[in-house]
C-alpha cells in the first residue's frame, strides 16, 4: 500500500498543526518508532541529500504484527497473491509478461521513489523562484531583462542552452515575463504562471 506518513497521520489523528499553520507529524513518527522497536514493523527512513529530505519511509508488516492482530498467514500470504495475480492482470491486458511479488514491489518502490525525487526537485525549482520573485520586487523591467540576458549568456557559454537567435529571443521574452509576472503579483506561492 503506498501512503505518505502526512497522510497516515492525518487519518489516524496524530498530526497537529500549529497557530502559523505548519503541520507537524512527530506523534506519527514516534508511534512508527515505537512499533519497530516493539518488532510489530520495520521502520526505514533514507536521507537524499540530493533533493536535501527523506525519501519515502518503508515501512513493513512483520509477521508478529498479524500475530497480535489475530490475523493467520494464510490470510495475509493469500492477499498478497491476489494482489499480486490482479497487477499481472492488468500487466496482460497491456501487453506485457506477468512478473514476481519481489518484482512487482521493486517497481513499484523505484516508481514512488522516481516521482518524489521529480517532486520534489519540482519543488526546489518553484522556490528559488520565489526567492527571486522577492528579490525582484524592487527591480524595474529594465534591470530584469539585463540580469536575464546575462544569465542566459552564460548558460550558452556553459552549453547548458542550445538554439537559433529566435529561440534565445522568445527565452528571454518568456524569463522576463514570469519574472515580472512573479515578482509584481506579490503572490509567490503560485506554480504556474498566468497566460495571456
Not at 487519518?11 to 518508532?33: D, F, H, P, V
Not at 541529500?49 to 527523506?54: A, F, L
Not at 500470504?77 to 491486458?93: G, I, P, Q
Not at 528579490?135 to 529594465?142: I, V, W, Y
Request: charged residues 30%; contains cysteine.
Amino acid at each position: 500500500m503506498q501512503c505518505s506518513i502526512t497522510t497516515l497521520a492525518i487519518e489516524c489523528g496524530l498530526a497537529t498543526e500549529s497557530e502559523a499553520g505548519k503541520l507537524s507529524i512527530t506523534r506519527a513518527t514516534r508511534a512508527l518508532k515505537f512499533l519497530s522497536e516493539l518488532g510489530l514493523i520495520t521502520y526505514q527512513t533514507e536521507y537524499d541529500p540530493t533533493i536535501g529530505c527523506n525519501i519515502p519511509t518503508d515501512i513493513t508488516f512483520t509477521p508478529a504484527l498479524f500475530d497480535s492482530l489475530d490475523i493467520s498467514e494464510e490470510a495475509v500470504a493469500s492477499a498478497r497473491r491476489s494482489r499480486v495475480e490482479w497487477e499481472n492482470r492488468l500487466r496482460k491486458k497491456q501487453g506485457m509478461d506477468a512478473l514476481g511479488m519481489d518484482e512487482l514491489i521493486a517497481r513499484a518502490w523505484r516508481f514512488v521513489r522516481e516521482r518524489f525525487r521529480s517532486y520534489q526537485a519540482e519543488l526546489k525549482s518553484h522556490g528559488m523562484k520565489r526567492a527571486r520573485a522577492r528579490r525582484d520586487a524592487g527591480r524595474t523591467r529594465q534591470d530584469i531583462v539585463t540580469l536575464v540576458k546575462r544569465q542566459l549568456t552564460r548558460e550558452i557559454a556553459e552549453g547548458r542552452f542550445r538554439g537559433s537567435l529566435e529561440a534565445v529571443k522568445r527565452e528571454i521574452d518568456r524569463r522576463v515575463k514570469e519574472r515580472m509576472i512573479m515578482s509584481r503579483n506579490n503572490n509567490y506561492t503560485r506554480l504556474a504562471t498566468a497566460s495571456p
